[in-house]
């Protein structure tokens, strides 16, 4: 099976190392256990931008049904390619944008078990791991309350330290040059919007300025994703 995860949004992939550090930044709390009760959403839809471009890089719903299977939809985007897929809890079918028959992992192949989501075993994006969080690494942080009694929280990471801690675990990344997050927490303890800016060295030399958004809307009050399949491909 071909990795749907859209390169440009690696570093969102990376999951939260919580170490052993003793002394985490305001907020650290606040940011774990929202990244949590994301994992526990029995449905949502989550969008995310390369804010450097303005382009819709991924556009993900899902819920989960009575049986505690996950029904989701995917949209994905790597520079000029773009990949869709969907699921129905049974069946995962996916294709890449121009290709006019869908390619869909039923029971009967063998990497089955990894492609079919539910409750515990969730898609990629219904994962805590796309918010990024490495409390031992933060540099300066702010956090500021809102009126509604929610939060934004802001961390600024030391290079050094992120890239001793979180660098190697990026496919494709030789370092951190530097990065900051920004987390906008509702009074729900919900993670509603995450943006990241920074600038990563490639393995091969190359700098490249990282600049997105992940917005979450929709949470727990998503119950249907229309059926995009239309022709499959009955050859393999």
């Given at each position: 099976m071909r990795k749907l995860l859209p390169g440009a949004a690696a570093i969102a992939a990376v999951i939260c190392m919580s170490g052993c550090i003793a002394q985490?930044?305001?907020?650290?709390?606040?940011?774990?256990?929202?990244?949590?009760?994301?994992?526990?959403?029995?449905?949502?839809?989550?969008?995310?931008?390369?804010?450097?471009?303005g382009d819709k890089i991924m556009d993900?719903?899902?819920?989960?049904?009575?049986?505690?299977?996950m029904i989701l939809s995917y949209y994905g985007k790597d520079g000029a390619d773009e990949m869709?897929?969907?699921?129905?809890?049974?069946?995962?079918?996916?294709?890449?944008?121009?290709?006019?028959?869908?390619?869909?992992?039923?029971?009967?192949d063998e990497s089955y078990i990894y492609n079919i989501y539910n409750r515990e075993y969730r898609y990629p994006y219904a994962d805590g791991g796309i918010f990024f969080l490495d409390g031992g690494s933060v540099e300066s942080f702010s956090v500021t309350d809102k009126p509604d009694g929610?939060?934004?929280?802001?961390?600024?990471?030391?290079a050094d330290k992120l890239n001793a801690s979180a660098a190697e675990m990026l496919d494709g990344v030789s370092?951190?040059?530097?990065?900051?997050?920004?987390?906008?927490?509702?009074?729900?303890?919900?993670?509603?919007?995450?943006?990241?800016?920074?600038?990563?060295?490639?393995?091969?030399?190359?700098?490249?300025?990282?600049?997105?958004r992940i917005s979450v809307d929709m949470m727990n009050e998503v119950y249907e994703i229309p059926y995009p399949v239309d022709r499959v491909n009955k050859s393999k």
């Open positions: 985490m930044p305001d907020g650290y709390n606040d940011v774990k256990a929202a990244k949590e009760n994301y994992e526990k959403l029995n449905s949502a839809h989550t969008t995310m931008f390369d804010l450097s471009t993900f719903s899902f819920y989960i049904n009575n049986s505690g299977e869709y897929a969907y699921s129905n809890g049974a069946e995962y079918f996916y294709k890449d944008a121009g290709d006019e028959l869908w390619s869909v992992i039923g029971a009967d929610g939060c934004t929280i802001v961390y600024v990471y030391d370092g951190f040059d530097s990065l900051e997050t920004t987390f906008e927490i509702n009074a729900d303890g919900y993670i509603t919007d995450f943006t990241e800016k920074g600038t990563v060295t490639d393995a091969d030399g190359v700098s490249r300025e990282v600049n997105m």
